[in-house]
């Protein structure tokens, strides 16, 4: 653990790391569209120059997390290769690319007295990111932020604090050769868990909190917090497979859905299957034969006695790993009633060629992101054609889904008068 300069208190620390970003915030909000865009081409431009040292840097943290004895999942979500890094920076370099909220007028109107009101959209301001694990946050967060004319304080966790210091050095010396100033973006230099604290109680200085992690870190967020949160809560998604799903699709989406990466976020961790669907047994054995380890009910173990019975804790349960609780319902009725009941509110689909119980399905599940014939693995910003993307937000304010620039902006009213004065 980083310690933090022994004349500092956390509350010191971010008020400081806070001022600064907001005086930078202020810089960057004056700078063209373009001009932010150039800036966020340059860093993505150093950080393919500074690729072998980003990648020793993340090397470090895989040895680190092997030996503090981090599951199979979180060394997935921690690992960068070259490849996983030309994806990071072409992540930036399509953030770049999008067009720019900042100044969209979201409606006009001229009233009665000939005043004329327009809203506009703004950068929110400072945004406070706090996140586990993945390092390609670090740029995703960062470049989003940038792009939107929002200055970014980032808190990375603890197993990816040397891949998350080398990608923010190349990612600041391209921002810089762009004109962006340095404190448009930074890294909090202590893993100290106070710094956190400090962080979410910084209200005034920080304008959002963005939580991105297990549940433990988005409670903590929300039970402390003094800043207002975009909440990214974990995904315990469902896929029900409908009676009248067809065979061949409900095995290619559900083995993707599960097995195509377990460790994100869009993974599916619950499969219903209606009793009605008549090659359950083969779809079973296609997620057996990928590696899948299944828990299921009673009726489920009784077809297939290589799964093992379901705890009721299991169907509350985000795995991250080629684990999934499967479950059988008598109809969509029950499936929907399970997934009102146990889902997180990320992502459901369904599968079915009957369009009815798909339009039925996606009114009636209340979930930030909802399906039909289609893998919960699409859930991701890039996806969307967002770019990169901030969290999922699984709230019911302000964003929901895939939190990409829009998102990160707020609005203002202009009012344009003549002269007049309120009677």
């Given at each position: 653990?980083?310690?933090?300069?022994?004349?500092?208190?956390?509350?010191?620390?971010?008020?400081?790391?806070?001022?600064?970003?907001?005086?930078?915030?202020?810089?960057l909000a004056q700078m063209t569209s373009d001009a932010r865009a150039k800036a966020l081409k340059c860093a993505a431009k150093h950080m393919r120059a500074d690729a072998p040292a980003i990648l020793t840097a993340n090397a470090k943290d895989i040895?680190?997390?092997?030996?503090?004895?981090?599951?199979?999942?979180?060394?997935?979500?921690?690992?960068?290769?070259?490849?996983?890094?030309?994806?990071?920076?072409?992540?930036?370099?399509?953030?770049?690319?999008?067009?720019?909220?900042?100044?969209?007028?979201?409606?006009?109107?001229?009233?009665?007295?000939?005043?004329?009101?327009?809203?506009?959209?703004?950068?929110?301001?400072?945004?406070?990111?706090?996140?586990?694990?993945?390092?390609?946050?670090?740029?995703?967060?960062?470049?989003?932020?940038?792009?939107?004319?929002?200055?970014?304080?980032?808190?990375?966790?603890?197993?990816?604090?040397?891949?998350?210091?080398?990608?923010?050095?190349?990612?600041?010396?391209?921002?810089?050769?762009g004109g962006v100033p340095a404190e448009a973006v930074q890294l909090v230099p202590t893993q100290d868990r106070a710094a956190v604290g400090a962080m979410l109680t910084a209200s005034g200085l920080?304008?959002?909190?963005?939580?991105?992690?297990?549940?433990?870190?988005?409670?903590?967020?929300?039970?402390?917090?003094?800043?207002?949160?975009?909440?990214?809560?974990?995904?315990?998604?469902?896929?029900?497979?409908?009676?009248?799903?067809?065979?061949?699709?409900?095995?290619?989406?559900?083995?993707?859905?599960?097995?195509?990466?377990?460790?994100?976020?869009?993974?599916?961790?619950?499969?219903?299957?209606?009793?009605?669907?008549?090659?359950?047994?083969?779809?079973?054995?296609?997620?057996?034969?990928?590696?899948?380890?299944?828990?299921?009910?009673?009726?489920?173990?009784?077809?297939?006695?290589?799964?093992?019975?379901?705890?009721?804790?299991?169907?509350?349960?985000?795995?991250?790993?080629?684990?999934?609780?499967?479950?059988?319902?008598?109809?969509?009725?029950?499936?929907?009633?399970?997934?009102?009941?146990?889902?997180?509110?990320?992502?459901?689909?369904?599968?079915?060629?009957?369009?009815?119980?798909?339009?039925?399905?996606?009114?009636?599940?209340?979930?930030?992101?909802?399906?039909?014939?289609?893998?919960?693995?699409?859930?991701?910003?890039?996806?969307?054609?967002?770019?990169?993307?901030?969290?999922?937000?699984?709230?019911?304010?302000?964003?929901?889904?895939?939190?990409?620039?829009?998102?990160?902006?707020?609005?203002?009213?202009?009012?344009?008068?003549?002269?007049?004065?309120?009677?």
């Open positions: 653990m980083t310690p933090m300069p022994q004349t500092e208190t956390p509350e010191q620390l971010i008020a400081e790391l806070a001022g600064s970003g907001r005086a930078a915030q202020t810089m040895e680190a997390g092997r030996a503090n004895g981090l599951s199979k999942a979180m060394l997935d979500r921690l690992m960068l290769d070259q490849a996983r890094l030309e994806g990071v920076a072409a992540a930036v370099e399509a953030v770049a690319d999008l067009p720019d909220p900042v100044g969209e007028i979201i409606d006009e109107s001229t009233r009665p007295n000939g005043l004329k009101m327009s809203r506009v959209r703004v950068p929110i301001g400072t945004i406070g990111i706090i996140y586990e694990s993945r390092p390609n946050v670090t740029a995703d967060a960062a470049a989003l932020c940038v792009r939107a004319g929002n200055a970014a304080l980032l808190r990375g966790g603890s197993e990816a604090v040397h891949s998350n210091r080398a990608i923010l050095k190349a990612f600041s010396a391209g921002l810089a050769e920080i304008d959002m909190i963005v939580p991105r992690g297990g549940k433990s870190l988005v409670a903590r967020v929300q039970a402390d917090a003094r800043v207002p949160v975009l909440a990214h809560l974990d995904g315990v998604n469902h896929t029900y497979v409908h009676a009248a799903a067809d065979s061949a699709m409900a095995c290619e989406i559900a083995v993707n859905a599960k097995m195509r990466r377990t460790a994100i976020c869009g993974a599916m961790e619950t499969l219903l299957i209606d009793t009605r669907f008549v090659d359950t047994k083969a779809l079973l054995d296609a997620l057996l034969q990928a590696g899948v380890e299944l828990r299921g009910d009673g009726r489920i173990q009784a077809l297939e006695p290589r799964a093992t019975i379901a705890s009721q804790e299991d169907w509350d349960t985000e795995y991250l790993d080629s684990i999934l609780s499967v479950a059988m319902v008598d109809g969509l009725d029950k499936a929907l009633a399970h997934i009102a009941a146990h889902s997180s509110n990320h992502t459901d689909a369904i599968i079915t060629d009957d369009g009815v119980a798909a339009e039925k399905f996606l009114n009636a599940v209340d979930s930030a992101i909802v399906m039909h014939n289609a893998s919960s693995q699409f859930a991701d910003g890039g996806e969307f054609g967002l770019g990169a993307e901030i969290g999922i937000a699984t709230g019911r304010l302000h964003a929901r889904g895939p939190v990409a620039l829009e998102g990160l902006t707020t609005y203002k009213w202009l009012v344009r008068g003549t002269g007049q004065a309120r009677p």
